[in-house]
């Protein structure tokens, strides 16, 4: 009897030292991936400005071509980067106060779904004032959005396909 639980005991003593092997190659492991999710591209918070200013863009030209499908696709790419901002950037003041865009989004986004050309104009003129605001806000009013006057995409068609 003494035999049998002494090759327990033996065993056990076996298993909790596999068991802290184990559990140290797998705290190596996730050690390896933390620092690999760190060392990860996540992109600035220029580069989603970026962004924003060219859907701004590409956005007032589809509106004042009327060309909806290409507005709903302005739209949508504007409200993936605010999202990306509040992402990548949590913590942030910049991504903290965009929040203040997303009504004036949802504005510009009715205004496309109705095809309503005096509705977008208005919306798209609020929104852009509340970039403004939001670059007040955070300290970058150096940083002036306007309404676009010519297209910097001289290679897109804002018409309306045929």
Same mark, same amino acid.
């Given at each position: 009897m003494k035999r049998i639980l002494v090759a327990m005991f033996a065993l056990g003593l076996f298993a909790c030292n596999d068991t802290n &092997?184990?559990? @140290?190659? $797998?705290?190596?492991?996730?050690? @390896?991936?933390? &620092? =690999?999710?760190?060392?990860? +591209? =996540? %992109?600035g918070l220029g580069d989603f400005m970026s962004s924003i200013q060219a859907h701004h863009s590409k956005l007032w030209f589809a509106g004042q071509n009327e060309n909806w499908d290409l507005a709903d696709f302005e739209i949508h790419e504007l409200m993936e980067a605010v999202e990306g901002i509040q992402e990548f950037h949590k913590g942030r003041k910049e991504a903290e106060m965009i929040e203040? /865009? /997303?009504?004036? $989004?949802?504005?510009?986004? @009715?205004? /496309?779904?109705? &095809?309503? %050309?005096? =509705?977008?104009?208005?919306?798209?003129?609020? $929104?852009?004032?509340?970039?403004?605001?939001?670059?007040?806000?955070?300290? +970058?009013?150096?940083?002036?959005?306007?309404? %676009?006057?010519?297209? %910097?995409?001289?290679?897109?068609?804002?018409?309306?396909? @045929?």
């Amino acid at each position: 009897m003494k035999r049998i639980l002494v090759a327990m005991f033996a065993l056990g003593l076996f298993a909790c030292n596999d068991t802290n &092997e184990n559990t @140290k190659a $797998l705290e190596e492991r996730i050690e @390896k991936l933390e &620092e =690999k999710i760190e060392n990860t +591209y =996540k %992109p600035g918070l220029g580069d989603f400005m970026s962004s924003i200013q060219a859907h701004h863009s590409k956005l007032w030209f589809a509106g004042q071509n009327e060309n909806w499908d290409l507005a709903d696709f302005e739209i949508h790419e504007l409200m993936e980067a605010v999202e990306g901002i509040q992402e990548f950037h949590k913590g942030r003041k910049e991504a903290e106060m965009i929040e203040m /865009i /997303i009504p004036p $989004l949802e504005e510009v986004d @009715k205004a /496309i779904e109705m &095809e309503d %050309p005096t =509705k977008f104009v208005s919306s798209y003129t609020t $929104l852009t004032n509340t970039c403004n605001q939001c670059h007040h806000a955070t300290g +970058y009013e150096f940083n002036v959005v306007q309404i %676009p006057d010519t297209s %910097p995409f001289t290679n897109q068609n804002f018409e309306i396909s @045929k």
